[in-house]
């Protein structure tokens, strides 16, 4: 990988336990090789099953300057294609998400079908061979209903690592036998690493986030103990050990797992008891939806959280899950995309209320976007300079930073 002596001096002199320098922002060289060593050979989750449940269902998502269309075929199977014809290279698919019989090039009508395979065109000749211009494919990765795409020609194979650890997680919550009711795209006027960090840290989560700490505890997500809140804290962890225990009993895995770092598709999970009612992430901590998800009989099944690097987070509760990935538009905007999920069998205005389901994630997700915003207007200012990370609450922002510039230190000529 070819890159200028100053961006390989920054990489190679990072200096642990404090945050980026600036050109990790602001710079477009940077910018480029994050497209090409993060999000062109790493797994990218960039959707779930219930967005295509049925043959010919599709949706688009741009990964840098590549254009990804992912399909449901004729078998159920998720399959993956770069969204480019395979005659003058036109683009595909140029809405969002859809629904197809078979891929048809809309300038000269070259007809795929949904493995891929090019089954007709015209004015070509009797001898041409339609089997050398099939869609040039894209890896995909299915955990539990979570869809990633690796643009790599050989992917990171620790990815089954993370599936095999994470669908006794996840499986329980039925992604599959879920809906999509929202889909919210926000652009946050910030460099995706920022937007990265301030999701891996809730040192900010008190002063500014009302909606969300009305049902979870900042204890769960990194606090500095003192004598002040030594019994607050204990009480925590004794509410975690007994919450736990019950969840385990009832199937449901619930203990952490810490591998942020260290590896090449790097993941954590933790399934942590929530405040007040106890029951979801709503401003009253009760069930948004009455219908629950999968079998589940019991609200109060706590938060469980999934992150995954480097470019999403999810939250399962009983009722609904919230699903986020990252995807960077350029240097300094990024793309946030939620999706929230409930039984498909769910009805809104009986069993859910659409703005009462999605208020606490949309505020929170507003009031992320300005913090951003604010860090991408501090880095680009001729006064930054690295802070340090708190060792309390920003121990994952610290894991997040080291994947990331070992993953571009691996990749240096």
């Known amino acids: 990988m070819k890159v200028s002596s100053p961006v390989r001096e920054l990489i190679l002199a990072r200096q642990p336990g404090y945050n980026l320098p600036a050109p990790f922002y602001t710079a477009a060289e940077i910018y480029d090789l994050d497209m090409d060593v993060i999000f062109g050979r790493h797994w990218i989750y960039v959707g779930v099953e219930p967005d295509i449940p049925e043959p010919g269902d599709y949706f688009t998502v741009k990964l840098g300057r590549a254009s990804i269309v992912v399909v449901r075929d ?217 219908k629950l998800l999968a079998n589940f009989t019991d609200r109060k099944l706590g938060g469980l959280s999934f992150w995954t690097q480097p470019n999403s987070w999810h939250h399962f509760m009983s009722d609904h899950i919230v699903t986020f990935s990252v995807l960077p538009i350029d240097a300094e905007n990024t793309l946030v995309r939620t999706k929230w999920l409930v039984h498909k069998d769910a009805v809104e205005g009986r069993d859910y209320d659409l703005a009462r389901l999605t208020e606490v994630w949309k505020a929170t997700n507003r009031q992320d976007g300005a913090l951003v915003e604010m860090s991408q207007r501090g880095a680009a200012s001729p006064a930054y300079e690295p802070g340090p990370y708190s060792p309390y609450t920003e121990a994952l922002v610290e894991k997040f930073c080291n994947w990331y510039v070992e993953r571009l230190r691996a990749a240096l000529d």
């Open 74 to 290: 004729d078998d159920m199977n998720v399959r993956a294609f770069h969204n480019v014809c395979r005659h003058r290279g036109a683009q595909l698919c140029n809405e969002h998400k859809g629904s197809v019989g078979n891929i048809v090039c809309p300038y000269h009508q070259w007809t795929y079908d949904l493995s891929g395979k090019l089954i007709h065109n015209e004015h070509m000749g009797q001898d041409f061979d339609f089997s050398r211009h099939s869609l040039k494919s894209v890896h995909v990765g299915n955990l539990a209903g979570l869809i990633f795409v690796c643009l790599a020609e050989q992917p990171p194979a620790d990815f089954e690592e993370m599936r095999a650890a994470m669908e006794p997680y996840i499986a329980p919550h039925g992604i599959a036998d879920c809906k999509v009711v929202m889909q919210d795209d926000f652009v946050e006027a910030g460099n995706w690493k920022l937007t990265l960090e301030n999701n891996r840290e809730c040192y900010h989560c008190v002063s500014n986030h009302p909606e969300l700490t009305s049902s979870i505890y900042e204890y769960g997500f990194g606090y500095q103990p003192s004598p002040a809140n030594a019994e607050a804290v204990q009480g925590f962890q004794e509410l975690i050990e007994r919450e736990h225990a019950r969840w385990e009993a009832a199937g449901l895995k619930s203990a952490e797992i810490e591998m942020l770092d260290g590896r090449v598709t790097g993941f954590r999970t933790q399934r942590l008891p929530l405040d007040k009612a106890g029951e979801s992430q709503t401003m009253d901590a009760r069930v948004a939806c009455e």
